[in-house]
């Protein structure tokens, strides 16, 4: 049981250079999160999912876009990097929103833009 | 907006103490509430749960309280120890977080 994995672990962008970060889940939970995580700042959530082929903004979607095309993936894409991106990524997973069920989260992406 | 407010920032304490970490929020409409532990360099380890419908929920020395009316929630921290040691988070709702208390047990 996996759980929540992230790919990759780390990497390095030059400004302006895209790439997408892999979020799979293997719990069958309909509900799924991107954050980025700053010192001092606490996560901060990007997009999120609540299904199959659904997405919607959080608090800092601004430079991001984000795809649900299968149920146990949620990409999360940088078109055109920034070094104001430089992070660390964290994807979560919960079976339901909002209410009763526990969050799962992933190891995390360090993400350095230069 | 929805907002997670996390007091102390940061905590340090010898072992043995009996330790709490407040979390507050300004929507007293809530869902769930739960808090989290990450280790340097890694991600959140879920703790507790607290539904809606409950007051509060216990694992071993760890108990979270929640008072909807007040728009806050207590993690009650027994006898400490030097591997407690980690930033607690606390999450509700749809997911928003806290800034978390970076606590450090002393042996």
């Known amino acids: 049981n996996a759980g929540v994995t992230q790919t990759p672990k780390f990497r390095v962008l030059k400004t302006g250079q895209s790439m997408t970060l892999l979020c799979a889940q293997d719990?069958?939970?309909?509900?799924m999160y991107w954050y980025r995580q700053d010192p001092g700042m606490g996560l901060r959530l990007i997009h999120y999912?609540?299904?199959?082929?659904?997405?919607a903004k959080g608090e800092v979607p601004d430079g991001y876009n984000v795809s649900r095309l299968k149920k146990q993936n949620f990409l999360l894409g940088l078109e055109s990097a920034a070094p104001s991106q430089t992070s660390v990524y964290f994807c979560a997973s919960r079976l339901l929103g909002g209410s009763d069920t526990e969050a799962f989260f992933g190891q995390g992406t360090r993400l350095t833009v230069v | 907006k929805q907002e997670v407010t996390q007091i102390p920032a940061a905590l340090s304490v010898p072992e043995g103490e009996n330790l709490v970490l407040n979390c507050s929020f300004t929507?007293?409409?809530?869902?769930?509430l739960q808090w989290f532990r990450q280790d340097p360099g890694k991600g959140l380890t879920s703790l507790l749960l607290i539904q809606s419908s409950q007051r509060e929920q216990t694992s071993g020395r760890l108990n979270a309280s929640l008072d909807k009316s007040s728009g806050r929630s207590t993690l009650y921290i027994a006898a400490s120890q030097p591997g407690d040691s980690a930033t607690y988070l606390c999450a509700y709702k749809d997911m928003r977080f806290g800034a978390g208390t970076r606590l450090t047990v002393k042996p």
């Open positions: 929507d007293s409409a809530i869902y769930n």
């Open positions: 999912s609540v299904g199959e082929g659904t997405t």
């Open positions: 719990m069958n939970h309909e509900y």
